[in-house]
């Protein structure tokens, strides 16, 4: 799992994550407080390096967290949203 980019964001971003071997992949996008705000991929990937788009214009400003299962990986990265 990348950074995303660009960070800050406004007001969409690009994910770009790499998957060793095929899998259940789920990448989800959180708030501050622990609440899902969107789920951009749930699905069994193959090998390969993916990228994903959010937009987040109908979210306030603030501090975000993005979350990627694969298998028995798990990485959750931050990311700032600024209006």
Same mark, same amino acid.
């Given at each position: %799992?990348? @950074? /995303? $980019?660009p960070n800050p964001l406004n007001p969409s971003t =690009? #994910? +770009?994550y790499s998957i060793p071997k095929s899998? @259940?992949? =789920? %990448? +989800? #996008? !959180?708030n501050t407080l622990g609440e899902e705000i969107e789920t951009l991929v749930n699905e069994i990937k193959s090998v390969g #390096? $993916?990228?994903v788009s959010w937009n987040a214009? /109908?979210?306030p400003s603030?501090? $975000? !967290?993005?979350?990627?299962?694969?298998?028995? $990986? *798990?990485?959750?990265? +931050? *990311? #700032?949203? %600024? +209006?």
């Open positions: %799992l990348e @950074q /995303n $980019y =690009t #994910i +770009k899998s @259940q992949v =789920t %990448l +989800k #996008i !959180f #390096i $993916y990228e214009a /109908n979210l603030g501090v $975000y !967290f993005y979350r990627l299962k694969a298998g028995d $990986y *798990m990485s959750v990265k +931050k *990311m #700032i949203l %600024l +209006k």
